[in-house]
């Protein structure tokens, strides 16, 4: 699974420290960490929590990540702009119990966190077990088990409600104001990773356009 890893400007100077306990949890279980930054303070590209949201819905629906590790100060906005966008499944996540159930119950494709809010000694040992709960083994199998049925029935459920009520990626990504759009993809190694990895032709053409 390639896990797509986006920090937002005011939780940069955390960056290496979330960095590493996603890789150091990720990668042994055979999945790919992608750095879609931001990775200091002192970055060029800056990302708001907004962007966040915006380029999760790019990588989720380009098929360049899987799934995608995000969030900000209280995790809230990160969330929210994420669930804004077509196709995005972004849940709260600040305990490895809320992994796990968010992992069993509701098999999303993201998670939000907060970097700031609760974030103090031993954080990257929080970090490290909530990762180890989200991606070691299968998701999606319900808890409690003898409602796994119910549960995968209402995923199908949320699942056609997000179809009906959001628009294609595509039509985001044309609609959506530009210079906002070109901020979220102006990271320095966006370009590498996402031309790389895009499984969607379309969305490719139009970012490269952009960025023409």
Known sequence: MKIALIIENSQAAKASIVHESLVSVAEPLGHEVHHYGMYTPEDKASLTYVMNGL?????????????????????????????????????LVI???????????????????????????????????????LFDGERGLGYPKERAAIMKTNRG??????DASCRDMLTVLKTV????????????????????????????????????
Request: some cysteine; hydrophobic content about 45%.
């Open 55 to 91: 380029l999760t819905g790019i990588l989720l629906n380009s098929g360049a990540a899987d799934f995608v590790v995000t969030g900000c100060g209280t995790g809230m906005g990160s969330m929210l702009a994420a669930n804004s966008m077509p196709g995005v499944f972004c849940g």
């Open 177 to 212: 104001d530009q210079d906002l759009l070109k901020a979220a993809i102006a990271g320095e190694k966006f370009a590498e990773l996402f031309y790389a990895n895009s499984k969607d032709e379309a969305i490719s053409d139009y970012l490269r356009g952009l960025s023409a």
């Open 95 to 133: 305990d490895p119990t809320d992994a796990f159930l968010f992992g069993q119950i509701n098999d999303g494709n993201a998670i939000s966190m907060p970097y700031s809010k609760g974030f103090g000694w031993a954080a990257e040992l929080n970090l490290q077990d909530v990762y180890r709960k």
């Open 157 to 162: 459920i949320l699942k056609g409600l997000k």
